[in-house]
């Protein structure tokens, strides 16, 4: 419909985001309304400094009739946040500022029908603590779906789906299986089932080097395998397991609309080697899309007006149709 906005959080106060978010605005024209959750006073600060100049709107997120939000200015739900510097180090003070910018984007998710939810990046060592993998997961727990969602980079051309996320490599292995393989691909299939109405062709790797190990039992064997099987059997459209050295050869990878892998840079690694910054990570289970651009806060760049936008406008595209 066309008067559900994107509903986005700017996130981590000290990253690149709003940066590549005034170049997204500027680039683009959407026929949806933006409703961008920030401190104001940042807003304004950074978009001087950086020398753009963009409209908008404050709205109070308690009163919003969705039906009357303007396209052509930014809707602005403001956050208070204090800072000493616009361009400052990310550290733990940022913690309850995104605490409250997502609290107020589950609200307006819940309570009416949006396009979808963009987060900026957010700094997992301060944000979440160690409580939580990553994003994904702190949104699954907010919405009751703990267990039951799945990370997908998409891009049309190939996406790649890891069944373990913000994973220590030591710590995969006692992470996977057979059941929860099966429940990320059903997700993967519903996904592409409803947006596109095709059933995926998806390939899934091993854990191991050439899918092997120098022991008996492994989990190729234990737990890949028969999960392949068992999807076989239900009629999806599934391969594997492929080693995950050659599985991203053209040769291979055409065959495919998804790898899933067992863990984060097994599939992440190669997918931004050959899209860069053209993908955008989607959680799947939730009630609602929730997209976020394929980088993170890269302070390093704060301020420098050198950032690629190109994650964020694929994001807000995918959303604005």
Same mark, same amino acid.
């Given at each position: @419909?066309? =008067?559900?906005?994107?509903?986005?959080?700017?996130? *981590?106060?000290?990253?690149?985001?709003?940066?590549?978010?005034?170049?997204?605005?500027?680039?683009?024209?959407?026929?949806?309304?933006?409703?961008?959750?920030?401190?104001?006073?940042?807003?304004?600060?950074? @978009?001087?400094?950086?020398?753009?100049?963009? #409209?908008?709107?404050?709205?109070?997120?308690?009163?919003?009739?969705?039906?009357?939000?303007?396209?052509?200015?930014?809707?602005? &739900?403001?956050?208070?946040? &204090?800072?000493? =510097?616009?361009?400052?180090?990310?550290?733990?003070?940022?913690?309850?500022?995104?605490?409250?910018?997502?609290?107020?984007?589950? =609200?307006?998710?819940?309570? =009416?029908?949006?396009?979808?939810?963009?987060?900026?990046?957010?700094?997992?060592?301060?944000?979440?603590?160690?409580?939580?993998?990553?994003? !994904?997961?702190?949104?699954?727990?907010?919405? $009751?779906?703990?267990?039951?969602?799945? @990370?997908?980079?998409?891009?049309?051309? %190939?996406?790649?789906?890891?069944?373990?996320?913000?994973?220590?490599?030591?710590?995969?292995?006692k992470e996977l299986s057979k059941q929860k393989i099966i429940n990320h691909v059903h997700l993967i299939k519903e996904f592409y089932k409803k947006k596109f109405n095709i059933n995926?062709?998806?390939?899934?790797?091993?854990?191991?080097?050439?899918?092997?190990s120098n022991y008996k039992s492994s989990e190729e064997d234990l737990i890949i395998k028969p999960a392949i099987a068992y999807l076989i059997k239900k009629k999806y459209v599934v391969?594997?397991?492929?080693?995950?050295?050659?599985?991203? @050869?053209?040769?291979?990878?055409?065959?495919?609309?998804?790898?899933?892998?067992?863990?984060? #840079?097994?599939?992440?690694?190669?997918?931004?080697?050959?899209?860069?910054? $053209?993908?955008?990570?989607? !959680?799947?289970?939730?009630?609602?899309?929730?997209?976020?651009? #394929?980088?993170?806060?890269?302070?390093?760049?704060?301020?420098? $007006?050198?950032?690629?936008? *190109?994650?964020?406008?694929?994001?807000?595209?995918? %959303? #604005?149709?």
């Amino acid at each position: @419909m066309k =008067n559900e906005p994107i509903i986005i959080v700017a996130g *981590e106060p000290y990253s690149i985001f709003l940066e590549i978010f005034f170049k997204s605005v500027k680039r683009n024209i959407f026929k949806k309304p933006i409703i961008l959750i920030v401190s104001h006073e940042l807003f304004i600060r950074q @978009m001087k400094a950086l020398n753009y100049n963009l #409209d908008f709107n404050i709205i109070n997120e308690k009163k919003i009739n969705f039906n009357k939000l303007s396209i052509k200015k930014i809707n602005i &739900v403001n956050v208070d946040f &204090v800072f000493r =510097n616009i361009f400052d180090k990310i550290s733990k003070n940022s913690k309850n500022y995104i605490e409250q910018s997502f609290k107020i984007a589950i =609200n307006l998710v819940k309570k =009416n029908r949006s396009a979808g939810l963009i987060n900026g990046p957010i700094s997992k060592k301060h944000f979440l603590g160690g409580k939580f993998l990553g994003i !994904t997961e702190y949104l699954a727990a907010k919405m $009751n779906k703990k267990n039951k969602v799945a @990370m997908l980079i998409f891009n049309k051309k %190939l996406s790649v789906s890891p069944i373990t996320t913000h994973l220590s490599l030591k710590n995969v292995h006692k992470e996977l299986s057979k059941q929860k393989i099966i429940n990320h691909v059903h997700l993967i299939k519903e996904f592409y089932k409803k947006k596109f109405n095709i059933n995926p062709r998806i390939a899934i790797t091993g854990l191991n080097p050439h899918c092997e190990s120098n022991y008996k039992s492994s989990e190729e064997d234990l737990i890949i395998k028969p999960a392949i099987a068992y999807l076989i059997k239900k009629k999806y459209v599934v391969s594997g397991p492929f080693a995950a050295d050659t599985i991203f @050869m053209k040769d291979q990878s055409k065959n495919f609309d998804v790898v899933i892998g067992m863990y984060h #840079d097994q599939v992440l690694a190669p997918a931004k080697t050959i899209f860069g910054f $053209n993908a955008i990570n989607i !959680t799947l289970g939730l009630p609602f899309i929730r997209i976020s651009p #394929d980088h993170g806060p890269n302070s390093k760049m704060l301020g420098k $007006n050198l950032s690629s936008p *190109e994650s964020l406008i694929q994001a807000l595209k995918f %959303l #604005d149709k």
